[in-house]
C-alpha cells in the first residue's frame, strides 16, 4: 500500500482523485487543497499547491510514497528537483519532470526550439522582446493574417491571442511586450503561423525512456455556443475522437511522441510523468501547437474514465523505470464531459452559490472543479465549478445522459455550453 499526496483543486485532481483511491495499491490519500468533490475521496490538507515547505512537512508527516502535481505551476517551479534534493524526500515518486523538462510548458520558446531541434512539426514562429520591438511589429507587417501572439510564460491559459488583421496583432504584441500585459509572461513573445484545422489532445505517460499512451480526447474552450465568445478553461470535452482514427495516430507517435521522447532523452533532460501533446490536424497531418507538462482539464474527465488500467500501478511502473511492461487498456465506450460554470464566467462571476440537485444524479460522474463546503453544504467557489461525465456506447448517447443529469442541477447563474461533441 502506497500513500499519496495529489496537489490542486479542480475538475482534474477531482477525476484524478476519484481513479487513484479505487487502486488496491492505495493506502492513506490526501488532497491538497482539494474540493468538495475530493473529500469523498480522501482527506483535503488546507496547503497551497506552491507552498513547497508546507508540502515537505505534509509528505514527512503523513509518509508520503507519491506526490502528483496536478497543476502545472509547481511542475514549472521546480517541485520535482525540490524533493529530489532532499535527503528525506528524495525516495518519493514524483509524478511529473524536473523544472527543466517542465520548461516544454513554462518557455513557449523553449518548446519551439526543441522541436526545431528535433524535427517536429510546428508552425513557423519567431520570438521578440521588448528590446526587439520594431522588429517585431515589421515581421507582422510581412505576415499575412491571422496572426498567433503567445506569450512566452505561464499566463493562466489567456497568454495566446489570434489576431485576425495587422492592426489587431501589432496592438496584442504591444500590450504584451511594451505594457506587460502578462507581466513576467509576456517579456519574450513567440509569433507564429496560423494553422487551419481542428485540435485534439493526446497525453502519454512516460518514465524518461519508454511511453504508454492514454486515451485522446478533444476539449471545446469557448464560452458560447458554436464556438463563440471568449476563451475559458474548457467547457467540456469527448473521449475519443472520431477524426484520429488509427493512421492520423501512427503519424502522432512517429513524428511526434517518439521523437519527444527520444529528444528529452537525448539531452539528458529528467522527465518522468505526463507528457500532454495539443495538437491540431492539418489536412491528414498532424502538428503541435503546444506541449503542457501534466494532464489537460477537462480533458482528464473524459481520459480518466475511460482508463482501464489501475493508475497507481501505471504510476509505480513509472518510477522503476519499466512502462514497457506495461499495456495500458481503454473502454471500448465513449465519454462525454459538460462543465458546468458560474454566470458571468471567464468575466466575474459571484461565488457561495448553494448547489442543489446533486443527489438526483443517476449514471454520470460528478467532478467538481470550483465547489467548497459552507455548514456541509456543497456551494460555488470558482468559475468552472462541475463537470458531468457519462459513458456511453457512442459520443452522442454519452452526452445526452450528461446533459440529463445536468439539468437536474441546480444554483443561481448555472450555465453549461447545450453543444459539446456539435460536430460529431
Not at 526545431?116 to 510546428?122: D, K, Q
Not at 503542457?292 to 477537462?298: E, H, I, K, L, S
Not at 481520459?303 to 471500448?332: Q, Y
Amino acid at each position: 500500500m502506497k500513500n499519496l499526496l495529489l496537489l490542486g483543486g479542480g475538475g482534474r485532481e477531482c477525476t484524478l482523485a476519484w481513479k487513484l483511491s479505487q487502486s488496491t495499491l492505495c493506502g492513506n490519500f490526501y488532497i491538497a487543497p482539494g474540493n468538495a468533490g475530493t473529500a469523498g475521496y480522501g482527506t483535503n490538507l488546507p496547503i497551497s499547491v506552491n507552498d513547497f515547505a508546507a508540502i515537505r512537512q505534509a509528505c514527512l508527516d503523513h509518509k508520503i510514497d507519491i506526490l502528483f502535481p496536478g497543476p502545472e505551476d509547481p511542475l514549472v517551479a521546480g517541485i520535482y528537483d525540490f524533493f529530489k534534493n532532499d535527503p528525506l524526500l528524495k525516495h518519493i515518486i514524483v509524478v511529473g519532470p524536473s523544472k527543466e523538462g517542465a520548461q516544454l510548458e513554462g518557455s513557449k520558446a523553449f518548446s519551439k526550439k526543441f522541436m526545431a531541434r528535433h524535427n517536429i512539426p510546428t508552425a513557423a514562429y519567431k520570438e521578440f522582446t521588448r528590446d526587439s520591438f520594431e522588429q517585431g511589429v515589421a515581421f507582422i507587417k510581412r505576415s499575412d493574417p491571422p496572426i498567433v501572439l503567445k506569450a512566452d510564460g505561464l499566463a493562466a491559459g489567456k497568454g495566446v491571442v489570434i489576431a485576425q488583421t495587422t492592426i489587431e496583432a501589432i496592438r496584442a504584441f504591444r500590450a504584451m511586450v511594451m505594457d506587460e500585459q502578462f507581466g513576467d509572461a509576456s517579456k519574450k513573445v513567440v509569433i507564429e503561423q496560423f494553422l487551419d484545422g481542428i485540435e485534439l489532445s493526446v497525453f502519454a505517460l512516460t518514465d524518461g525512456t519508454n511511453y504508454v499512451l492514454l486515451p485522446e480526447a478533444k476539449d471545446y474552450k469557448r464560452v458560447g455556443e458554436g464556438d463563440t465568445g471568449l476563451n475559458t478553461g474548457g467547457m467540456g470535452s469527448i473521449s475519443p475522437v472520431p477524426f484520429a482514427d488509427q493512421t492520423f495516430m501512427q503519424k502522432v507517435i512517429s513524428r511526434i511522441v517518439e521523437p519527444t521522447v527520444q529528444g528529452l532523452k537525448a539531452e539528458n533532460i529528467i522527465y518522468q510523468g505526463i507528457i500532454f501533446f495539443g495538437l491540431i490536424k492539418v489536412g491528414d497531418e498532424p502538428f503541435v501547437i503546444e506541449y503542457n507538462c501534466r494532464m489537460g482539464d477537462p480533458e482528464t474527465e473524459v481520459v480518466i474514465p475511460r482508463l482501464e488500467n489501475d493508475l497507481v500501478a501505471l504510476i509505480l511502473k513509472m518510477g522503476e523505470g519499466k512502462l514497457s511492461e506495461v499495456t495500458v487498456k481503454f473502454s471500448e465506450r465513449a465519454a462525454g464531459a459538460v462543465m458546468m460554470v458560474s454566470g458571468g464566467y471567464p468575466g466575474d462571476y459571484a461565488k457561495g452559490k448553494i448547489m442543489a440537485g446533486l443527489e438526483k444524479v443517476k449514471g454520470s460522474y460528478l467532478f467538481h472543479a470550483g465547489t467548497g463546503l459552507n455548514d456541509g453544504k456543497v456551494v460555488t467557489s470558482g468559475g468552472r465549478v462541475l463537470a458531468v461525465t457519462s459513458l456511453g456506447s457512442n459520443i452522442k448517447e454519452a452526452l445526452a445522459k450528461s446533459y440529463e443529469n445536468a439539468g437536474l442541477i441546480e444554483y443561481d447563474g448555472a450555465y453549461y455550453r447545450k453543444d459539446i461533441g456539435w460536430e460529431f
